[in-house]
């Protein structure tokens, strides 16, 4: 059976009333509901749904015009923008677009901005680590290859690991960029984790084991290289997954 994934911060449980209808309607907008240059229903009609004040409305309003999804005028209503105009790196608008399942070309492209990031901070990890930092991913690391049946327990520590790079690099602009790891992350193992095959486990503790190992040698430029490798180890794995669902002929 598989395990749901649960990281903290997307419970929808804990969000507040404005929070719960900017989500809904923000998931609705990427999906597409209501796509650019539509316009958003009348506001009575979404306080009737949602059965919410007008200061809530305003307040979700508020939320969605500042993440770019939405913009309101007087007299001609709440208009959805383009997508030039969507914030791809906020963290709320990354897990709307997780939540409802996204298709290939999303994850092809969080791999890429990965790359591009993940393999910089790796770099720069190797030249400014600390040994606390070292013991911290290796701490990481036990608990990734301890983690044989549990897809959760792998993906927090696979989470915490990457996080650990990014403090290493000492880069606040990497580390900032935390938000996209994650959802790249809990993207990656709703779609397929390494868990479900031994191999794979295997394969994708070796591979971080690589990136660790480097960055303790100082090696920069290995430490990137395999960065990019585990990150495209994990796309293949979704690929072939997506692509083992796919009824034949299709």
């Known amino acids: 059976m598989e395990q749901r994934l649960n990281f903290g911060r997307f419970s929808e449980g804990t969000l507040s009333s404005h929070d719960q209808v900017a989500r809904a309607l923000g998931i609705e907008i990427l999906a597409g509901t209501y796509p650019p240059g539509a316009k958003l229903p009348p506001e009575a009609e979404i306080l009737a749904r949602f059965g919410i004040s007008r ?102 520590a696979d989470l915490e690991f990457h996080n650990a790079i990014g403090r290493a690099s000492g880069n606040v602009l990497i580390r900032s960029l935390a938000a996209v790891v994650e959802t790249a992350l809990l993207a990656s193992f709703r779609m397929s984790s390494p ?25 920069g430029e290995a430490a990137a290289e395999a960065m990019r490798a585990i990150i495209g180890h994990g796309v293949a794995r979704i690929e072939r997954g997506v692509a083992s669902r796919v009824p034949e002929g299709v």
């Open 55 to 156: 200061t809530v409305l305003r307040e979700a309003f508020k939320t969605l015009t500042a993440k770019g999804l939405i913009v309101s005028k007087t007299r001609v209503g709440t208009t959805v923008l383009d997508s030039a105009h969507w914030n791809f790196f906020d963290a709320d608008i990354l897990e709307w677009k997780v939540s409802k399942g996204f298709d290939l070309a999303f994850v092809r492209d969080l791999a890429d901005i990965r790359r591009a990031i993940e393999a910089a901070g790796a770099q720069s990890a190797a030249a400014r680590r600390t040994t606390d930092d070292i013991v911290e991913m290796r701490r990481c690391l036990d608990r990734m290859n301890a983690a044989t049946a549990d897809a959760s327990a792998f993906a927090m």
């Open 195 to 219: 868990v479900r095959e031994a191999d794979e486990h295997a394969a994708s503790v070796a591979g971080h084991r690589r990136i660790v190992d480097a960055i303790e040698a100082r090696d």
